[in-house]
């Protein structure tokens, strides 16, 4: 099975909406239906979203990472598709991630500052800004504070079987009917 690495830069058709915990909606489905499909498909990589703009990175198997992209070729959420890496790899250089997501943040600023770059514009990336981009996101992935949209949500709706606070009373609760077994054992 050989494995390829693919980058393209893009411009999203749809119009902004007001950011929702902290992801555009338009941005927040499509990462939904991505999460989905490349955690299925084994694909990893991250996803920018900033100045109506998008950097997707993606690599895992060769057959997926193309069904993939011609998926993503047809979508009319996005036009004017650039590719800018597509190349074979020797190793996965992500691990647990099915699609990252990283809005334009401080980091990415400051990256585009450095390059003396005004706006983001991937389409214009040189093949090392490429690279630094995919660090970013590389890095990024360890980054819990960058958690999107749906992974919130997936923390905060997952229902935690026990809180901290009925544990404890739990194992005072268990101690005590310990306790209780002993003394009862003892005046028999
Ligand atoms: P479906 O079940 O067909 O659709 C999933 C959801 O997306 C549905 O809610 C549907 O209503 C909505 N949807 C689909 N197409 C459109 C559309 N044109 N306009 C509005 N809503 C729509 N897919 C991946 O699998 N992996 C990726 O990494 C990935 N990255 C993407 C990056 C960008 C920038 C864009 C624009 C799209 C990306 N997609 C990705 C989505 C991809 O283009 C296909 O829409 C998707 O793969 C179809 O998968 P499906 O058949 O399982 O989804």
């Known amino acids: 099975m ?9 411009e999203a058709t749809f119009e902004a909406k007001p950011v929702e915990k902290g992801v555009e909606p338009h941005v927040a489905r499509i990462l939904m239906t991505s999460r989905k499909n490349n955690a299925r498909g084994k694909l990893v990589g991250g996803l920018y ?4 703009r998008f950097f ?11 069904k993939t992209y011609d998926r993503i070729l047809q979508d009319d959420r996005h036009r004017n598709v650039v590719t800018l890496i597509e190349e074979p790899v020797a190793d996965r250089t ?9 809005p334009l943040s401080r980091d990415v600023q400051r990256f585009l500052e450095s390059q ?3 706006r983001f514009e991937p389409a214009s990336f040189t093949s090392a800004q490429c690279e630094q981009m995919i660090e970013l996101i590389r890095n990024s992935s360890h980054d819990q504070k960058l958690v999107n949209h749906d992974e919130a949500r997936t923390v905060r709706e997952t229902p935690q079987a026990f809180s901290p606070g009925l544990k404890a009373g739990l194992i005072v609760a268990g101690l005590c009917l310990l306790g209780a077994l002993f003394f009862a054992g003892s005046m028999l």
Do not use: C, I
Not at 2 to 10: G, H, N, V
Not at 56 to 66: A, M, S
Not at 94 to 102: A, E, L, P
């Open 2 to 10: 050989s494995l390829m690495r693919l980058a393209y830069a893009s």
């Open 49 to 52: 979203y900033g100045n109506n």
């Open 56 to 66: 997707q990175y993606l690599e895992g198997d060769e057959d997926e990472v193309r």
């Open 94 to 102: 992500f691990s647990n991630w099915s699609m990252k997501y990283v």
């Open 116 to 118: 003396g770059l005004q």
